[in-house]
């Protein structure tokens, strides 16, 4: 079965810090897809990421990366020089392509990113 | 282009009375969900739908009817609700339904059954 552990339920931390939000899950597919989301205060879910289980090559967008290591299970999300704007509830989900495709995501129950000034 | 929209945005209900919340998209996203989250629970699969006339079931279909009668509209029925309905509820869309596919999700429906 699948599941998805955020194991850190609220971070905390000043402006300009480095953050980084653990995601570790589990499934028996070896062909699979992990996403992250962003809920900001307003509600909305917005996408951030999507990586397939073939492509374990890290990536960077701006002050955001991510690092899929599928020896441990996981795919981090670091935010470099952290902001106020990313005061968030970050989610990470799975997909199994043999579970008929996105529509099927499987959540962790996500992170609360505090960015103080 | 509206994306994917839900209404209402808020509703309290009695216990026992029904209601449907309404999801459409103008994506022309053949694949439809709709989701709950709960506090500390993440986001939880109700019910989703391949297409047109066809529709399974998540992880808590329970208390919840869908039926897809156009590729538009996915709308998700409360029969007779309860307390633990109480959520915030998320549809959402994508092109194919594929896992490479990107899911859209609607602002949500809160939702509170007193």
Request: hydrophobic letters at 30%; proline letters at 4%; glycine letters at 8%.
């Amino acid at each position: 079965a699948q599941k998805v552990t955020q194991a850190q339920t609220e971070i905390s931390v000043v402006e300009k810090e480095d953050v980084t939000l653990d995601c570790v899950y589990e499934t028996r597919d070896t062909t699979y897809y992990l996403f992250w989301y962003k809920q900001p205060p307003s509600g909305e879910l917005v996408f951030l990421i999507r990586r397939n289980s073939f492509d374990e090559q890290n990536e960077i967008s701006g002050r955001y990366s991510w690092n899929f290591q599928k020896s441990t299970s996981s795919f981090n999300f670091t935010i470099t020089a952290s902001q106020v704007v990313d005061s968030a509830v970050y989610f990470c989900a799975l997909s199994e392509a043999g579970q008929g495709g996105s529509e099927k995501l499987v959540f962790g129950k996500g992170t609360k990113l505090t960015v103080n000034p | 282009n509206a994306g994917v929209t839900q209404t209402p945005k808020f509703q309290v209900l009695k216990t026992g009375q029904s209601m449907t919340l309404q999801c459409a998209q103008d994506m022309n996203h053949e694949y439809m969900s709709w989701y709950r989250q709960d506090p500390g629970m993440g986001l939880r699969l109700i019910h989703y739908s391949v297409g047109a006339g066809i529709t399974d079931q998540g992880e808590v279909p329970n208390g919840y009817n869908v039926s897809r009668s156009t590729t538009e509209d996915f709308p998700l029925r409360l029969l007779s609700a309860a307390p633990s309905q109480t959520s915030v509820y998320f549809c959402a869309s994508s092109y194919s339904g594929g896992p490479t596919d990107t899911q859209y999700f609607g602002p949500g429906t809160r939702l509170t059954v007193l």
